[in-house]
């Protein structure tokens, strides 16, 4: 099994739908990462969750940490937002800091 | 500012020989990362450096070696290659070495023959 499982592999949306995308990890971490990878390979880092919420512009991420789960929500999706997205995880508690584990992406495709 | 910066950005190489990549981080950022991405494997960690020491080491065989200058650009070497090994390596920086948002640079396609 893998330590940071995400679902749905695949999802393709309608534009204007709410869009909501799963993580869920198996290990102590100190910090869970939202990642988007558009075609040709760039990765901008979306957010960076220790607990609770954030929140910028159309998107909204989430973790529960005692439920090891987070989630990012994108409302009134466009075209635009068709990417790879991917949760990594920080590995660690405290102050202990280790590697990143990577999930396997979802591939979110946004119809007009 | 400048962001990461990559080069090669491509290279093509045959199996057994070695290769170098290079990583200019964002200025003034001392944490750079290196991850390998393959369609089989995804994302991987390789190594991570803050301030010319190596902090966090990945799951791979020692072929796989980096290092990190004092004006924080940093390195990374693949001996003799393998078919295997070719993938996308990407890395990214930040200011501090974790808790922190992490740059990602455009990637070095690397592909053995």
């Known amino acids: 099994k893998n330590e940071v499982e995400q679902s749905p592999q695949n999802l393709t949306a309608q534009e204007g739908e709410f869009i909501t995308i799963n993580c869920s990890y198996s290990?102590?971490?100190?910090?869970l990462h939202w990642l988007q990878q558009h075609p040709g390979g760039g990765i901008v880092s979306l957010f960076m969750l220790s607990s609770g919420k954030k929140k910028h512009g159309r998107l909204i991420a989430t973790i529960n940490i005692q439920e090891k789960h987070s989630s990012l929500h994108i409302t009134a999706s466009h075209p635009r937002d068709s990417a790879v997205y991917i949760c990594a995880v920080r590995l660690g508690y405290g102050g202990s800091q280790g590697n990143l584990i990577f999930g396997k992406g979802t591939k979110l495709s946004v119809k007009p | 500012k400048a962001g990461v910066t990559q080069t090669p950005r491509y290279l093509i190489k045959t199996r057994g020989q070695q290769v170098t990549l290079s990583c200019s981080p964002i200025s003034g950022h001392r944490s750079v990362s290196w991850y390998q991405q393959t369609p089989g494997q995804g994302l991987q960690f390789l190594f991570e450096y803050f301030s010319e020491t190596q902090r966090n080491k990945g799951n791979f065989p020692g072929r796989f070696s980096g290092r990190q200058f004092s004006n924080s650009r940093s390195e990374m070497n693949v001996s003799t290659l393998e078919l295997g090994d070719s993938a996308l390596y990407l890395c990214?920086?930040?200011?501090?070495?974790?808790?922190?948002?992490?740059?990602f640079g455009p990637g070095t396609r690397l592909l053995v023959l």
């Open positions: 290990v102590g971490i100190s910090a």
């Open positions: 990214a920086s930040s200011f501090q070495l974790t808790g922190e948002t992490q740059y």
